[in-house]
């Protein structure tokens, strides 16, 4: 069984539509991140978690929201969404006592907002 | 600074030829410098990584140059192979904090 997985894999909405987005994990880890990764600008942080009382903004936050519901679940929602947030996006998760500043990526969603 | 720069945004390199991947960081205060593999529909994945206190770290095809003055590192694949065919992307972070990644380079290898 994969130890970080997300849902949905693909996801096509319209503009305007509310998505959410879900990241679980199996890996025992407080650390979780959400990035949107785009051709040619690489993985962009837009949120991070570094246990569950904690929610961080990363550097393109705008137009998202995220909730840590537990330890392995970290979800995040896009309120509106517009054609601009089409993108892969990826969950990860990270450990600095077990594994140091290795970050542990899920397979990644497709969403493609019409 | 947070940046990382990458480069080349692609690569075309044949079959045991060498790849290399350069990045130049900003912030003098980094102290971790991973490569990521990604792979068609797959997240990435740790290749590699360095931290300061050497210049050079090498796991199988795989090395890592790391020149702090210049604060730019590059990654060099040795005989590269089809299945190097991948998305790299070069990161550098303070101690455990985030990671801040360069925009990737689409290498290519063919037979």
């Known amino acids: 069984d994969a130890d970080v997985t997300q849902t949905p894999r693909n996801r096509i909405t319209k503009t305007g539509k509310r998505i959410m987005l879900e990241c679980s994990q199996t890996?025992?880890?407080?650390?979780m991140y959400w990035y949107r990764q785009d051709p040619g600008l690489g993985l962009r942080l837009i949120y991070y978690?570094?246990?569950?009382?904690?929610?961080n903004k990363g550097e393109i936050s705008d137009g998202y929201s995220v909730s840590r519901q537990a330890q392995a679940k970290f979800s995040l929602s896009l309120e509106s969404a517009i054609p601009n947030q089409t993108a892969l996006y990826f969950c990860?998760?990270?450990?600095?006592?077990?594994?140091?500043?290795?970050?542990?990526f899920g397979p990644g969603t497709r969403l493609t907002v019409l | 600074q947070q940046q990382v720069k990458q480069s080349p945004q692609s690569l075309i390199v044949q079959k045991g030829g060498i790849s290399i991947i350069n990045c130049a960081y900003e912030?003098?205060?980094?102290?971790?410098f991973p490569w990521y593999q990604q792979f068609p529909g797959k997240g990435p994945a740790l290749l590699i990584a360095?931290?300061?206190?050497?210049s050079e770290k090498k796991e199988g095809r795989f090395t890592i140059s790391f020149n702090k003055s210049a604060k730019q590192f590059s990654l060099h694949i040795m005989d590269s192979q089809p299945g190097d065919s991948a998305t790299y992307f070069c990161?550098?972070?303070?101690?455990?904090?985030?990671?801040?990644f360069g925009t990737g380079t689409r290498l290519q290898v063919f037979p």
């Open positions: 912030n003098t205060a980094f102290d971790y």
């Open positions: 990161a550098a972070s303070w101690h455990t904090d985030k990671l801040i």
């Open positions: 978690s570094f246990d569950v009382k904690d929610i």
């Open positions: 360095i931290r300061p206190d050497v």
């Open positions: 890996k025992g880890h407080d650390r």
């Open positions: 990860a998760t990270s450990d600095p006592y077990s594994s140091g500043n290795e970050q542990f």
